[in-house]
Structure formats: structure tokens, C-alpha cells
């Protein structure tokens, strides 16, 4: 009998990339693993759909999620945080460990944030720096709409678009720069059908003139130390070696 995962993530791993991780192990520092790295940046971009910056990190989905609040606020930045389950809250939590002025909008589990509510609050709050949004909701398997929750949050506000797409990036249809997302992230156990280990953010021009200038501490999720290194085909620290093997091959199935 052949077990298979049917759980949200850790996702079932195709055999072709179980295969590519059990490669002997080389070095990060080595030509053989800039190449790997410099492949699986470019089919990142095509995976989430934006011509946008793209840094991959060795951490969780949550990592992720964290090293945007460090990287795109300052202190007491005004943000909104839209959640209808476990994880959208997660943002709240994480804004307001770092001192952001945090504004929640939530709805029911099972339900989804309505976009005309969070025009209501942009309205009011003209003020706001950012919306942080789950795409899909891990704990309840709601979806919100991000393309009209986009189009609100651009209409109405100066705010970026922070979007958690962990489980919908490669699952439902996400197109980053189509619709105006400024910032998505995701973990490589879901739709990108590795292990877990992997964190990927994506931004846009505009998002990333926020990590130039935010304010707030940040040491291992330091973006603009990790850009650095990445545009050179590395990584700022040691990564999952094995995972960028299969996060490769997987990438280059999603492209077939």
C-alpha cells in the first residue's frame, strides 16, 4: 500500500523531487549551487506571476510572514490586519509585537472579510501603511477575494497590499502584479511540493522602497542584507541546501 499525505501541508513530495534532493550535498558557496539558486529565482517570479524582487529564506511560512513586518514598517505605522481565522490573525500578532498601531477587521471563521468593509475603514483611515490579508485560510479553507480586496486597498489608500498566500500560491489562481499585490509570501510544503523549510517573499518596486527605509530591528530576516546576497546567486546565511535542489525540480514541473 502506498501512504499518502492529505493534509493542508506538508503536501504530498512527487517523486521526481524526492529524487533531485537525494543529489550528494555541495557546498553554498560553489558555482554548482549558485546555479540552482539563480534558476529557482526566475521560476519564482513566473510561479507568482510579478517581474517584482523575490527573496527565498530558510525558515517557515511564519518567518516570512515575520520578516515582512520587520522589513516594510516603522515604529507606530498605522496597519490593518484583515483575518477570518488562525492565520490572519497571525499578522495581528506579529504587528503588535513590533509596536505597529494595529487595527483589526475579522469575521467569523468560515466566512470571509468583505472588501466594502475594508473600504469603509480606508476611508476613514486614510492613514493606514499597510493591509495584511491571508489569501486562503488554512484553518477554516475560506478563500478571500484578493483581487477586489487589491483593487479597494489601491483605490482608497497610499497602503500596501500584504497578502499570506501559504496556501494558495500554486493552488488557486494568484497573479501578483495583474492585480496589484505588493507583497506576497508563501512556505515551500504547500503548492511548491517540497518539505517544509523553505519561506518565499515577493514584492513590488513600491514594497520594496519600504524595506529601504523601515526602522524597525531585524538581524536574520534582514532583507536588505539578504537581497545582498542574493543577487550575487547566495544567500546571506547557510540555507537549506537540499531544499533549493527540490524546490528546483519542482519549480520546473509547475512550469511544464
Not at 65 to 83: F, G, H, I
Request: proline share 5%; with cysteine; aromatic share 8%.
Amino acid at each position: 500500500m502506498r501512504a499518502r499525505l492529505f493534509t493542508p501541508g506538508p503536501t504530498q513530495v512527487p517523486e521526481r523531487v524526492q529524487v533531485a534532493m537525494s543529489h550528494p550535498l555541495m557546498h553554498h558557496r560553489g558555482q554548482e549551487f549558485r546555479q540552482i539558486f539563480r534558476e529557482v529565482k526566475e521560476d519564482l517570479k513566473y510561479f507568482f506571476q510579478t517581474q517584482g524582487e523575490v527573496i527565498t529564506l530558510t525558515s517557515s511560512g511564519t518567518g516570512a510572514m515575520e520578516a515582512c513586518v520587520v522589513n516594510l514598517l516603522c515604529r507606530n505605522d498605522k496597519v490593518l490586519t484583515v483575518a477570518c481565522g488562525k492565520f490572519g490573525q497571525r499578522w495581528g500578532e506579529l504587528c503588535r509585537m513590533y509596536g505597529a498601531d494595529t487595527h483589526a477587521l475579522d469575521a467569523p471563521w468560515g466566512d470571509t472579510v468583505d472588501p466594502n468593509n475594508i473600504e469603509a475603514f480606508l476611508l476613514k483611515n486614510p492613514d493606514v501603511k499597510a493591509v495584511f490579508i491571508t489569501h486562503s485560510e488554512t484553518s477554516t479553507g475560506a478563500a478571500a477575494d484578493i483581487k477586489r480586496v487589491a483593487e479597494v486597498v489601491h483605490q482608497h489608500s497610499n497602503a500596501i497590499l500584504v497578502v499570506d498566500s501559504i496556501t494558495s500560491a500554486g493552488v488557486l489562481p494568484f497573479k501578483m502584479d495583474e492585480w496589484g499585490i505588493d507583497v506576497a509570501v508563501t512556505g515551500s510544503q504547500k503548492g511548491l511540493m517540497i518539505p517544509p523549510g523553505l519561506a518565499v517573499a515577493a514584492f513590488s518596486e513600491r514594497a520594496w522602497q519600504r524595506v529601504e527605509t523601515s526602522d524597525l530591528p531585524k538581524f536574520y530576516f534582514d532583507l536588505k542584507a539578504e537581497k545582498a546576497a542574493q543577487d550575487k546567486g547566495t544567500t546571506a546565511w547557510t540555507p537549506g541546501i537540499t531544499l533549493f535542489m527540490g524546490l528546483r525540480e519542482a519549480l520546473r514541473m509547475i512550469r511544464e
